[in-house]
């Protein structure tokens, strides 16, 4: 059961942020708020979203699991401003979500979650430890991609890089100590991602956003943020490809 009214600004950024990683999710409802995990098809990044209750201008909700369509989710909110109120109500006997805004009602069809797991989310002890506003990584990214589809993330204790090569093309972000919110790197590491992942994890991110990161020696990187004022929060992990000599 779910009884809800929430800003559609809050459900946009909710579908651009998972949206990233799947088409369908599983929302593990209770009565706390909202949480979800979900694992791309290739098995290289993973999400997981949490919503608290405080999200939500009214909320009432008994432990449940929907299935949504993010796809036409996001066609409804298309429908809202961002600051406009959208009503939820799970009508549990048809199997079905009623989304309302701005007078229009859409009745929307639940998927079976039977075969839609939760995975497990790995326990990373990574050394590198980092918070950087957003508007770094966003400008890395955009600086990188029409050099590669790659991109090599560095940090040690002087600083943090972001940099892509081809051929003989090289683009580089340097951020020294000094212009980085907070930095813990006993050790130097590197290393390398798929470009569209990892631009299209932190697309949904705002310049001003504190972008929690940890890394390794070819390992995953981990890439926290908050959203929804602080009552929402989204941990990515994208698999490294691992260079070869």
């Known amino acids: 059961m779910l009884h809800a009214e929430v800003k559609s600004e809050t459900l946009k950024k909710l579908v651009d942020i998972v949206g990233t990683i799947v088409d369908e999710v599983k929302l593990n409802i209770g009565s706390d708020g909202i949480n979800l995990k979900a694992v791309d098809p290739a098995?290289?990044?993973?999400?997981?979203?949490?919503?608290?209750?405080?999200a939500f201008d009214s909320y009432e909700a008994q432990e449940t699991e929907l299935g949504l369509n993010l796809?036409?989710?996001e066609q409804f909110l298309k429908l809202s401003s961002s600051d406009e109120m959208v009503k939820i109500d799970h009508i549990e006997d048809e199997n079905?979500?009623?989304l309302e805004v701005d007078k229009i009602t859409q009745k929307m069809p639940l998927l079976d979650t039977?075969?839609?797991?939760?995975?497990?989310?790995?326990?990373?002890?990574?050394?590198?430890h980092l918070v950087i506003e957003g508007k770094h990584?966003?400008?890395?990214?955009?600086?990188?991609?029409?050099?590669?589809?790659?991109?090599?993330?560095?940090?040690?204790?002087d600083g943090f890089d972001m940099f892509s090569e081809e051929d003989e093309d090289l683009v580089r972000l340097s951020l020294s100590k000094d212009d980085i919110k907070e930095l813990d790197a006993p050790e130097e590491v590197r290393s390398l991602f798929a470009l569209d992942y990892f631009s299209s994890m932190i697309k949904s991110v705002s310049g001003d956003t504190l972008i929690q990161l940890e890394l390794g020696r070819d390992?995953?990187?981990?890439?926290?943020?908050?959203?929804?004022?602080?009552?929402?929060?989204?941990?990515?992990?994208l698999a490294p490809r691992i260079e070869t000599s």
């Open 219 to 237: 390992y995953p990187v981990k890439l926290e943020f908050d959203f929804a004022e602080g009552n929402g929060h989204v941990r990515f992990l």
């Open 43 to 54: 098995h290289v990044a993973m999400v997981h979203l949490e919503l608290t209750k405080n």
């Open 114 to 128: 039977a075969g839609m797991t939760d995975p497990n989310v790995p326990q990373l002890d990574l050394p590198i």
């Open 137 to 157: 990584l966003l400008k890395g990214v955009k600086a990188s991609q029409n050099i590669s589809d790659h991109i090599a993330l560095t940090a040690g204790p």
């Open 96 to 98: 079905r979500l009623v």
């Open 71 to 73: 796809s036409k989710l």
